[in-house]
């Protein structure tokens, strides 16, 4: 049952992010759909991501009329998906997923009982924004992970050019692979995008919630949940609504899970709402 | 999450650091790229473009490539002509009847703009390269090309004279000039460009 999850949900992952890398590497070739998750455009229909609007309107000290639209169609997506984009289609997010598994074998694990720091995310999201106001500085790029890939790819594929992308890429996986090595750290701890997509994602469809019934956490110190899980959720623990807004749907937890005490709930309430037998230590720090 | 003063202080020193490094890059364009049609002034160019590279994609002739270090940081991924992989066809060719890049452009960096008010930059000659001024040859490739009645002229030497005042900056001549290395340089020297904000 257990190999049945990891086939399913693994597979799947992977195959639905290799697949959105040669759609958006592709379709330009033929007509069908231009740019990638900055913005992107088909048939004469937009779609913008908030954070570029955010970035753009304070860089040039105006309401950027052009993206106002095609923003609030991508707001909508990410208030009720949230992180999704993070775990089905950020193809950043499976390398450093793949190549963190590389490293553990090498070097071995660092911070498998302390769930990492999450919150830095936001701090860096703001430092962006303040930049754009203050500086003009609308690098959007250069912080949109799968837009490098997307890009890096197509300029590579279709132009034969090695572009800049590859480079910031370069400074990502090194700062998360060699210098974090706590596996996706960027993305829990970091990424000003997932930041930004985690301050959206207010409905939050499909989120794991843990049985207390079922759960041996007390018991048998498992916390399974939560060393799998590539966005540092506590999920053995109490976990607020503000925390969940982090998860990306990869389903680890719910497919690890020894006891099966996992369930993936279509909205999420949190599981500070449960009663139950709840650990209540400090988490983040 | 308990925020301890030292935590606090490294981050300060964090944003503060990243602050003063994006001090030393100036964000205000140096002017010194030819930018596709519709372009809006330097100032807020790189302000407002968001590098979705959808202007270089849509692009038939393959004349878009993106702005690379040494065009200033400021300006990294930032769209501009290269003539070298094609012309800019909104006078003849594939973009006659509406210009790709300004149609979808996301943000209005690049805004619809009617063909009599492009210039793109001009064209400068530079006859230490030239087949017809080195004498190694005749050639007025050039002149044969060019879409603009009056941008170039052939003196009773049969030379090629460029008129900066007429030229669109399209860069038609540049990618047809068989001399190599190229005898024609496209700069925005002279480029119009759109008022913004509107």
Same mark, same amino acid.
């Given at each position: 049952?257990?190999?049945?999850?990891?086939?399913?949900?693994?597979?799947?992952?992977?195959?639905?992010?290799?697949?959105?890398?040669?759609?958006?590497?592709?379709?330009?070739?033929?007509?069908?759909?231009?740019?990638?998750?900055?913005?992107?455009?088909?048939?004469?229909?937009?779609?913008?991501?908030?954070?570029?609007?955010?970035?753009?309107?304070?860089?040039?000290?105006?309401?950027?009329?052009?993206?106002?639209?095609?923003?609030?169609?991508?707001?909508?997506?990410?208030?009720?998906?949230?992180?999704?984009?993070?775990?089905?289609?950020?193809?950043?997010?499976?390398?450093?997923?793949?190549?963190?598994?590389?490293?553990?074998?090498?070097?071995?694990?660092?911070?498998?009982?302390?769930?990492?720091?999450?919150?830095?995310?936001?701090?860096?999201?703001?430092?962006?924004?303040?930049?754009?106001? #203050?500086?003009?500085?609308?690098?959007?790029?250069?912080?949109?992970?799968?837009?490098?890939?997307?890009?890096?790819?197509?300029?590579?594929?279709?132009?034969?050019?090695?572009?800049?992308?590859?480079?910031?890429?370069?400074?990502?996986?090194?700062?998360?692979?060699?210098?974090?090595?706590?596996?996706?750290?960027?993305?829990?701890?970091?990424?000003?995008?997932g930041a930004a997509v985690s301050g959206?994602?207010?409905?939050?469809?499909?989120?794991?919630?843990?049985?207390?019934?079922?759960?041996?956490?007390?018991?048998?110190?498992?916390?399974?949940?939560?060393?799998?899980?590539?966005?540092?959720?506590? #999920?053995?623990?109490?976990?607020?609504?503000?925390?969940?807004?982090?998860?990306?749907?990869?389903?680890?937890?719910?497919?690890?899970?020894?006891?099966?005490?996992?369930?993936?709930?279509?909205?999420?309430?949190?599981?500070?709402?449960?009663?139950?037998?709840?650990?209540?230590?400090?988490?983040?720090? | 999450?308990?925020?301890?003063?030292?935590?606090?202080?490294?981050?300060?020193?964090?944003?503060?650091?990243?602050?003063?490094?994006?001090?030393?890059?100036?964000?205000?364009?140096?002017?010194?790229?030819?930018?596709?049609?519709?372009?809006?002034?330097?100032? %807020?160019?790189?302000?407002?473009?968001?590098?979705?590279?959808?202007?270089?994609?849509?692009?038939?002739?393959?004349?878009?490539?993106?702005?690379?270090?040494?065009?200033?940081?400021?300006?990294?991924?930032?769209?501009?002509? +290269?003539?070298?992989?094609?012309?800019?066809?909104?006078?003849?060719?594939?973009?006659?009847?509406?210009?790709?890049?300004?149609?979808?452009?996301?943000?209005?960096?690049?805004? $619809?703009?009617?063909?009599?008010?492009?210039?793109?930059?001009?064209?400068?000659?530079?006859?230490?390269?030239?087949?017809? =001024?080195?004498?190694?040859?005749?050639?007025?490739?050039?002149?044969?090309?060019?879409?603009?009645?009056?941008?170039?002229?052939?003196?009773?030497?049969?030379? $090629?004279?460029? %008129?900066?005042?007429?030229?669109?900056?399209?860069?038609?001549?540049?990618?047809?000039? $068989?001399? +190599?290395?190229?005898?024609?340089?496209?700069?925005p020297r002279g480029a119009r460009r759109?008022? =913004? $904000?509107?």
């Open positions: 049952m257990a190999e049945m999850r990891i086939a399913r949900t693994e597979v799947l992952r992977a195959v639905t992010v290799l697949s959105l890398v040669f759609v958006f590497a592709l379709t330009p070739a033929f007509g069908l759909m231009y740019g990638s998750v900055s913005a992107l455009t088909f048939g004469g229909f937009t779609i913008a991501a908030p954070l570029g609007f955010a970035m753009a309107s304070l860089a040039t000290r105006s309401l950027v009329v052009d993206l106002i639209a095609p923003t609030l169609v991508a707001a909508l997506i990410t208030v009720v998906l949230g992180r999704f984009l993070c775990g089905w289609v950020c193809p950043v997010g499976l390398l450093l997923e793949y190549s963190h598994a590389l490293t553990e074998k090498v070097w071995g694990r660092r911070g498998i009982e302390a769930p990492g720091r999450t919150r830095e995310k936001y701090l860096v999201l703001a430092a962006l924004l303040a930049s754009s106001l #203050l500086l003009g500085f609308t690098a959007f790029y250069l912080f949109c992970p799968p837009d490098l890939v997307y890009r890096g790819t197509f300029l590579l594929a279709m132009r034969g050019i090695v572009g800049l992308d590859l480079a910031v890429l370069a400074v990502i996986f090194v700062i998360d692979v060699l210098a974090l090595r706590l596996g996706r750290s960027w993305c829990a701890s970091l990424c000003p995008l959206l994602s207010l409905v939050n469809l499909l989120t794991p919630e843990v049985d207390r019934e079922r759960c041996i956490d007390l018991d048998f110190n498992c916390a399974t949940c939560q060393r799998v899980c590539p966005m540092k959720i506590p #999920l053995a623990f109490r976990v607020s609504h503000w925390t969940m807004m982090s998860c990306n749907k990869c389903l680890k937890c719910w497919r690890e899970c020894p006891v099966d005490a996992v369930r993936i709930r279509p909205f999420s309430r949190g599981s500070s709402g449960r009663q139950g037998p709840v650990r209540t230590r400090d988490t983040q720090d | 999450m308990r925020v301890t003063r030292r935590g606090f202080l490294k981050l300060l020193a964090g944003g503060a650091s990243i602050l003063a490094l994006s001090r030393l890059i100036s964000m205000k364009g140096r002017a010194d790229v030819v930018r596709p049609p519709g372009a809006i002034v330097e100032e %807020h160019f790189n302000s407002l473009c968001l590098r979705c590279e959808v202007c270089l994609e849509v692009c038939p002739s393959k004349a878009i490539v993106l702005a690379g270090l040494e065009d200033g940081i400021s300006a990294a991924n930032t769209p501009k002509i +290269d003539p070298l992989r094609g012309p800019c066809e909104f006078l003849v060719g594939r973009c006659q009847d509406s210009m790709r890049c300004t149609k979808e452009c996301p943000t209005g960096a690049l805004q $619809p703009v009617g063909r009599d008010e492009i210039k793109l930059g001009s064209v400068e000659l530079d006859r230490e390269r030239c087949i017809a =001024w080195l004498e190694t040859g005749e050639c007025l490739v050039c002149d044969e090309v060019c879409p603009v009645l009056g941008a170039i002229s052939i003196n009773e030497d049969l030379k $090629p004279v460029f %008129h900066e005042d007429k030229c669109v900056g399209c860069g038609t001549c540049v990618y047809a000039c $068989p001399a +190599d290395p190229k005898a024609l340089v496209l700069l759109v008022a =913004w $904000p509107r």
